[in-house]
Structure formats: structure tokens, C-alpha cells
């Protein structure tokens, strides 16, 4: 029998397998299998109707793909990147914490920028890829620091914001011990090798860059970049926030009050973690109940803090495209953590038992509902 931090028994592989099926576990082979077809069905869709728009051309005449070859190449990618949000999610909260991780992908407008349409997943662009590469450097965190290192310089090849993804893994990574020892020298060493790491893919991958596009083709990919940090006209708070929430399907408003409802789910789940303590706490209080929080979800979080005010602070419009590594591999996250914190709440009274079914009842409502926009969305040019 394995003992889980809030005191809950899980059984042993062994028992599990022992154990005769239930109606739920029924019902759970069932909704999986039916996202994965829902995903399937979304990716080819795409794959053969959505028309190239000026982002995935210029993708595609640096790889020199035919479109559809370019887009089928994407499948394994996707493929990575359920896996990864549905190891998240059942790390987080169980098995059905990880379905609703793999709904959440679907339930963005990808289509809410104008000018910088993605039609869906099967979309030839660098941000797919850095999405897949994030989501699994971030699932295999806690075991692992060179892999989620390469992974993350793979990344920032493919999509250039992912530089953003490297200060919040090492921040992250900080807070916590190093695993070959508890010294300060030993946790900057830690430190070092996974900068190192993460610095040897992208190193190569601009070396391949240079070598294909030539100096004046790379030059101007990295000025194009780089124009980004140039001083530029911000847009209005307000603005932005319409701005993001034409990404959830619904008016403004509608948006507002299911975002509220979203978060103080997710922040209860989140409390969670930090009002339940470690058997192995040691060290200044305030470290101790910050490494509460896994080193996983720290990465994430701070990953999608630091898009979040790198976008407030370009005067860009279009919100779905740059930041789409975060957008799919973190936000999703949020519906894990909000279903987290519906399950707690159902352990603790009746008053909170009911806040909790709420929780539970309001999120699948609004994620099945932009699940349901999003199918109908992919068959519309």
C-alpha cells in the first residue's frame, strides 16, 4: 500500500489489477477514449481543410515541407504533449484530474486572433512542437534534470519565446535540494549542469539555423526577434483582457464570471498543497511551505508568469500565437488543479461538499460546452 501526501491509501499496482472494474472505471475508459477521438478528429480536420495562413508558410519554407507532411509531423508531438498534461493531471489529483487536463486543450478559441489564426493542433508551426517539448520537460521534472533541460533548448529552437521557460525552470529548481547533495555548492552545480544542458540543443539548433539560412536569412529571423524589445506603444489593460478572453468561446462577461469560477477552484487545490505539510520539512519556514508546492508546477507556474508579463509588456494584439507553448502545455494544468481542489472539498463538510459538487458540475458544463465549439470550429474554414 502506497500512503499519498493528504492521507489517502492507494492501492499497490498489484491490488489495482486484482481489483474486479467498476461502473466508473467503465465510464472512465470511455470519456479517455472518446477525448482521444475527439483529438484525432480535430488534428485531421485540420490536417485537410484548414487553409495555410502567413505564420504556418513562413514555417514551412524554413523546413521545405509540403504542407501535409508538415502537418502529419506534428501527430507525434501531440501525441507527447496528452501524455505529458495527463501524467500532470493524475499526479495532481487522480486519474480524472488527467482527462480534464487533456479536455482543457481543447477548450481554447484558437482561432480568437484575427491576424494570426491557428486552426488547430495539426498546425505546422513551432509553437505546437515547443508546446509538446514543455508539457514533458515539466511532467518529467521531478525525476530527471539533464532530459527536461534538452528538451526545453529543443524548444526554444522551434519557438523563440521559450528562452522565457529557462530562468523559470532555474528559479524553480532553486527552491529546491539538489538531488546529489543538500550543500550550496552542490545545488549551484545543479543548477549549472542544467543550464548547460538546455544550452546545447539550442546552441546547435541556431548553428543549423545559420548553416541553412545563410548570414543575411538568419540575421534577419533573429531581427524579427529581436524587434519584439524594441521600445513600442503598449495596449490598454482593459483591451488585453478582452483581448484574452475571446480564447474562451463565450462574451466577455461570460468569460469573467466562468474565469472567477476556474481559479478559486484551481486556487483551492493549489492552498492545498501548501496547507499540507511534508513528513521530510526542513530548513526556514518560508522555504519549507514553499517546496510544498511540487518542483513540476512551480516550473509551469512561473513559465506562464513570465509570458504573461513578457505579452502585457509587447503591445502585441494577438495572444493565441506567441504564447501558444503556455497555452497548451500550462494552462491546462489549471482544470487539473480546479478538480484537485472540487475533490477535497467534498471530503471536508456538507457545506463544502456542495461547493465542491458545484465546482465539479460548473467545470464539466463549461468545458464541454468549448469542447463542443471547438469540434464544430475545426470543419469551419
Not at 303 to 316: E, Y
Request: aromatic share 10%; charged share 10%.
Amino acid at each position: 500500500m502506497t500512503r499519498l501526501r493528504d492521507g489517502v491509501v492507494a492501492a499497490s499496482p498489484a491490488l489495482r489489477a486484482a481489483r474486479p472494474k467498476s461502473p466508473t472505471d467503465v465510464l472512465f475508459v470511455v470519456v479517455l477514449a472518446v477525448l482521444v477521438a475527439v483529438h484525432l478528429t480535430i488534428f485531421f480536420a485540420v490536417l485537410v481543410l484548414a487553409p495555410v495562413t502567413a505564420a504556418e508558410q513562413a514555417s514551412i519554407d524554413l523546413i521545405r515541407l509540403p504542407v501535409e507532411v508538415a502537418r502529419a509531423l506534428i501527430l507525434p508531438f501531440h501525441a507527447v504533449l496528452l501524455v505529458s498534461l495527463y501524467v500532470l493531471g493524475r499526479r495532481a489529483a487522480g486519474r480524472w484530474a488527467g482527462v480534464g487536463a487533456i479536455l482543457a486543450v481543447l477548450a481554447l478559441n484558437l482561432r480568437a486572433d484575427p491576424s494570426a489564426i491557428i486552426y488547430g493542433p495539426s498546425v505546422a508551426t513551432g509553437g505546437w512542437i515547443a508546446a509538446s517539448l514543455l508539457a514533458a520537460a515539466v511532467a518529467l521534472l521531478p525525476q530527471r534534470r539533464v532530459l527536461p533541460a534538452v528538451l526545453l533548448g529543443v524548444a526554444a529552437v522551434a519557438h523563440a519565446l521559450m528562452l522565457l521557460a529557462l530562468p523559470a525552470f532555474v528559479v524553480a529548481l532553486a527552491l529546491f535540494p539538489s538531488p546529489s547533495g543538500p550543500l550550496a555548492r552542490d545545488r549551484v552545480r545543479d543548477l549549472g549542469r542544467f543550464v548547460g544542458a538546455w544550452a546545447v540543443p539550442f546552441v546547435l539548433g541556431q548553428l543549423l539555423w545559420f548553416a541553412d539560412l545563410g548570414a543575411d536569412g538568419y540575421a534577419a529571423r533573429a531581427g524579427e526577434f529581436l524587434r519584439e524589445f524594441e521600445p513600442h506603444a503598449l495596449v490598454p489593460w482593459f483591451q488585453q483582457q478582452v483581448i484574452v478572453f475571446d480564447a474562451w468561446h463565450f462574451t466577455p462577461l461570460t468569460t469573467i464570471v466562468l474565469a472567477a469560477f476556474l481559479f478559486l477552484a484551481a486556487g483551492t487545490g493549489v492552498v492545498r498543497y501548501f496547507a499540507v505539510p511534508r513528513p521530510e520539512e526542513t530548513g526556514p519556514r518560508l522555504l519549507v511551505i514553499a517546496r510544498r508546492l511540487p518542483v513540476e508546477l512551480w516550473a509551469a507556474g512561473l513559465t506562464l508568469v513570465l509570458f504573461s508579463l513578457w505579452w502585457a509588456c509587447s503591445g502585441d494584439t494577438a495572444v493565441i500565437d506567441p504564447n501558444l507553448p503556455v497555452m497548451a502545455a500550462v494552462v491546462p494544468i489549471i482544470t487539473a488543479m480546479a478538480y484537485r481542489g472540487a475533490k477535497w472539498l467534498l471530503t471536508v463538510n456538507r457545506f463544502w461538499a456542495l461547493c465542491g459538487l458545484l465546482y465539479l458540475i460548473g467545470l464539466v458544463l463549461a468545458r464541454s460546452t468549448q469542447l463542443l465549439m471547438t469540434l464544430v470550429q475545426a470543419f469551419q474554414a
